[in-house]
Every structure is written in structure tokens, then in C-alpha cells.
């Protein structure tokens, strides 16, 4: 599997979870040809999802895969998905300034209180109205060298 192989195979389960799976039970026969064209976008999209201008394709296919009126919400698990870290690195949490200890913790794949050590140690920057900031997230993750 490739660097991007996880990146893929969560995208591939997402369309086929939303997309594809619907599409079988309402047509009434395999949609093969389908799954073949998502393969090859999924390749398409990790590479987009990694490369320069990937806050672009996150947004992109944040606003495809989880359309709704109300405000991107995943679950706190969701963030250390390859999905959810590439999305990390590359926007942040879409339309947050700040998160709780707990979601910084899942974020990072600490616990809770290896947030509030690394708050206190300065390595993490406390948000005015509570929690910690999402840009002293991705920093960290950064500085840390992780790739999504």
C-alpha cells in the first residue's frame, strides 16, 4: 500500500458507505462500473488531499461527503482517521477557532490530560473563551512531523 493507501481505502468506504451502497439498493443492480471511476478519484483526491493546495480539495470533499445545512461536526474519533489528521493539517476544524481538551486530546491521540501537561508546558495555546486553539493543534502536529 502506498503512503497515500489509507488516505484511499477511507475514502473508497465513505463513497461507498453514502454513494454507492444507496445507488445499488435503489437501482437494483450492482453499480460496478461506478466503483471502478471512485477507485481511481479516490486516488485522484488523497494525492489532491496532500499536495499544496489541499485546504482547496478539503474543502472540496468535506462539502461533498458530509453535505448538510448544519455545521461540520464529526466525532471525536473521526480526527485521528487519515481523512481527519489530512483535513487537520491542512484547514484546521472548518469554522472552529477552539476545542475542548477532550477533542485536542483525540485530535492529537493524547488523553486529556496530556493536553492540559502540554498547555501548561506552553506547547499548546489556551483559547480566551476556553479549550485549546485549533492552530496550536495543527502546529503541534506539524512540528511533530506527522504526516496525515
Not at 16 to 25: H, K, N
Not at 84 to 97: C, I
Not at 114 to 132: E, S
Request: proline letters at 7%.
Amino acid at each position: 500500500m502506498t503512503e497515500t493507501g489509507p488516505l484511499v481505502q477511507q475514502l473508497l468506504s465513505i463513497m461507498g458507505s453514502r454513494l454507492l451502497d444507496p445507488l445499488e439498493i435503489l437501482l437494483g443492480d450492482p453499480v460496478s462500473d461506478l466503483r471502478e471511476r471512485c477507485e481511481r478519484a479516490a486516488e485522484s483526491w488523497a494525492a489532491r488531499l496532500l499536495g499544496p493546495e489541499g485546504n482547496y480539495a478539503v474543502a472540496s470533499i468535506i462539502g461533498a461527503l458530509y453535505p448538510g445545512d448544519d455545521a461540520f461536526d464529526p466525532p471525536a474519533d473521526w480526527w485521528r482517521t487519515p481523512l481527519g489528521q489530512v483535513v487537520l493539517v491542512q484547514m484546521g476544524y472548518p469554522g472552529r477557532e477552539a476545542v475542548s481538551y477532550a477533542l485536542a486530546g483525540a485530535m492529537l491521540g493524547v488523553t486529556r490530560q496530556g493536553v492540559h501537561d502540554l498547555v501548561t508546558r506552553n506547547k499548546l495555546a489556551r483559547h480566551p473563551d476556553g479549550g485549546v486553539t485549533v492552530t496550536s493543534i495543527r502546529e503541534r502536529i506539524q512540528l511533530r512531523g506527522q504526516r496525515p
